[in-house]
């Protein structure tokens, strides 16, 4: 089992439209949990970081559970600038800052 | 205030021959992660330094690929011969150990090998 799996998509939804993202995780230790944007051709850029309570910012919202390992991102009201690729995040733990990288959710917004 | 600063931005070589990646993390950060890219793989983490010692380089894919950590500012990854299966974009992060610290990435090598 991959340490980190998400849907690789392509995701294709209209402008407006709500769209969710799930990632499972296989290190049950694991403590940091984030989401990264990258877009085409581009470094993977922090989007936000991953709380236990659930973490909201603007139209994006970030959940976490870790009874069954999983965390979602939940875009809402999207944009068209909104189509990249989402990434994954967590810590190894006992390893420093060590992060370990979900292959990538592909969003594509259309007018 | 700069962010990872990686050298050079594009690189195209030819098979057989020496490729030296370098990096310059984000000052005050201790911990420096070399990542490789591509299509079919995604991101892959190659070694992680954690004060300028490697802590894990089981994701280094053979004994072609090395990489250093002379100092706190500068890292290097060599592959000696390149292959043209190395050619992918090669990304430099860096971070502050630390609860909930996330990397912050350099803008990538996009190395070709031909």
């Known amino acids: 089992r991959k340490e980190v799996e998400q849907d690789p998509g392509p995701f294709n939804v209209p402008e407006g439209a709500t769209v969710a993202f799930n990632c499972t995780y296989s290190?049950?230790?694991?403590?940091?949990f984030f989401w990264y944007r990258q877009d085409c051709r581009k470094e993977p850029k922090l989007l936000m970081s991953?709380?236990?309570s659930g973490n909201e910012d603007g139209r994006f919202t970030a959940q976490l559970n870790r009874a069954s390992q999983y965390i979602s991102l939940l875009i809402r009201d999207s944009k068209l600038s909104d189509s990249a690729t989402y990434l994954c995040?967590?810590?190894?733990?006992?390893?420093?800052?060590?992060?370990?990288f979900g292959q990538g959710t592909e969003l594509s917004v259309k007018p | 205030d700069a962010g990872v600063i990686q050298s050079p931005r594009h690189e195209v070589t030819e098979m057989g021959q020496e490729v030296t990646l370098r990096c310059k993390p984000i000052?005050?950060?201790?911990?420096l992660f070399w990542y490789r890219q591509t299509m079919m793989r995604g991101l892959e983490l190659l070694i992680y330094?954690?004060?300028?010692?490697?802590?894990?380089d089981s994701g280094m894919p053979e004994d072609r690929f090395s990489a250093k950590m002379p100092n706190a500012s500068f890292s290097t990854l060599k592959i000696q011969p390149s292959e043209p299966r190395d050619s992918a974009v090669y990304f430099c992060?860096?971070?502050?150990?630390?609860?909930?610290?996330?990397?912050?990435f350099g803008q990538g090598t996009r190395l070709t090998v031909v």
């Open positions: 992060a860096s971070s502050f150990t630390g609860t909930r610290q996330s990397a912050f």
């Open positions: 290190n049950s230790a694991s403590q940091s």
């Open positions: 991953v709380y236990s």
């Open positions: 995040v967590v810590n190894v733990p006992n390893q420093g800052g060590k992060l370990i």
């Open positions: 000052s005050g950060h201790n911990s």
């Open positions: 330094f954690n004060n300028n010692v490697p802590i894990d």
